[in-house]
């Protein structure tokens, strides 16, 4: 899993060809800490077809506020950077994470 910041984000997932997910946390998010482990399982498992990173929206929020991200824990998909779908706050659950990533694959 890629941590991508403010510098990094553009390439790793706006100029990115194919399915890749990102998953935005921020410092002090209980749900974020408590979503992350299930969301790196998930990159294992599925790593290979879906590109996965991480965004901290704590040290990067004009960007957050660029793709929309209002409220956390939010997981999104971006195809060839077009964000097509997200999951927000209580919405991302691992079993509809992992639901999402199996129409992309």
């Keep these: 899993?890629?941590?991508c910041d403010?510098?990094?984000?553009?390439?790793?997932?706006?100029k990115a060809e194919g399915?890749?997910?990102?998953?935005y946390f921020g410092n002090g998010c209980a749900p974020c800490e408590a979503l992350m482990p299930h969301?790196?399982?998930?990159?294992?498992?599925?790593?290979?077809d879906i590109?996965?990173?991480?965004?901290?929206?704590?040290s990067a929020r004009r960007l957050a506020i660029g793709q929309k991200i209002m409220g956390l824990p939010v997981i999104a998909i971006y195809k060839d950077g077009e964000k097509v779908e997200e999951l927000v706050?209580?919405?991302?659950?691992?079993?509809?994470?992992?639901e999402m990533i199996k129409k992309y694959l």
């Design 89 to 98: 706050k209580d919405d991302a659950t691992p079993e509809a994470i992992e």
């Design 1 to 3: 899993m890629i941590l």
């Design 19 to 23: 399915t890749v997910l990102v998953d």
């Design 6 to 14: 403010k510098n990094t984000f553009e390439d790793e997932v706006l």
């Design 39 to 48: 969301v790196e399982e998930l990159a294992g498992k599925y790593g290979n």
């Design 51 to 58: 590109k996965f990173c991480k965004l901290n929206t704590s």
